[in-house]
């Protein structure tokens, strides 16, 4: 059953700068994508494709300039202000840089507990920040709880901000590049965990990367974006094994040593 979808998706931006100042840039273009429940679908392409745009009008920090979203089969493009905050507790972001997305100046059980007053949430804080932590493997929980995010590797901050996303128990996760900056060790278990988690929560996540080594290894199905349309769409393996669009084969061709399925 779908729990997000697309319907002609565009947006289009006013250019501000540079030799196509004043012009239309065509970020999106009649997009159409479907996450189903308990689904781990990915969004793969070059930069400038139009995936991060795609993942900033999931969350409404753009406004499409024409087609619709639904969740839960609801039109969600014209929510005001009150119904958004209630649908982003919904759909929640990880993003690429884990520092970049954590503050300095609070240590880890600051960032996880100040989700849950903000939900309101009526059970004991402490315990449910020590599940979360176990949840993204940062175990014992109180040997993290007291550290700042520069004394955490860059996978540890990942789980972190992870664990902070959980907080308010979303259905949907957007992971916009979450291992492009980690290392390629990191990269496999941070990964797995995204795939344990969808598989514990029941949750559906969209996996936003230009990484078609990475995107291969957890999703179950996959769309591939160029300049700003869907070129190709289907099963991961199908489209990995025996790719129809040219756009998508010179992906494949252009990824060396490609990682095996987990």
Known sequence: MSILRTENLSKIFISKKGIIKGRNVVALDNVNIELNERELIGIVGASGSGKSTLAKIFVLLYRPTSGSI???????????????????????MVFQDPYASLDPNHTV??????PLILIK?????????????????????????????????????????LARTLAVEPKILIADEPVSMLDVS??????NLLKTIRDNLNLSIIYITHDLNTVSMITDRLYVMHDGKIVEEGNTDNIIKNPVDRYTR???ESAPNPYKRI
Do not use: A, C
């Open 70 to 92: 639904y969740f839960n089969d609801e039109n969600i493009t014209k929510y005001k202000s009150g119904k958004i905050k209630k649908y982003r507790k919904n759909i929640q």
């Open 121 to 161: 949430y009526k059970g004991d804080i402490n315990e449910r920040i020590n599940q979360l932590l176990n949840m993204v493997t940062l175990d014992p929980p109180e040997y993290y709880k007291n550290k700042f995010p520069h004394q955490l590797s860059g996978g540890q901050r990942q789980r972190v901000y």
């Open 109 to 114: 059980e600051w960032h996880i507990k100040r």
């Open 250 to 252: 010179e992906l494949i």
């Open 186 to 191: 990191v990269r496999i278990d941070i990964l």
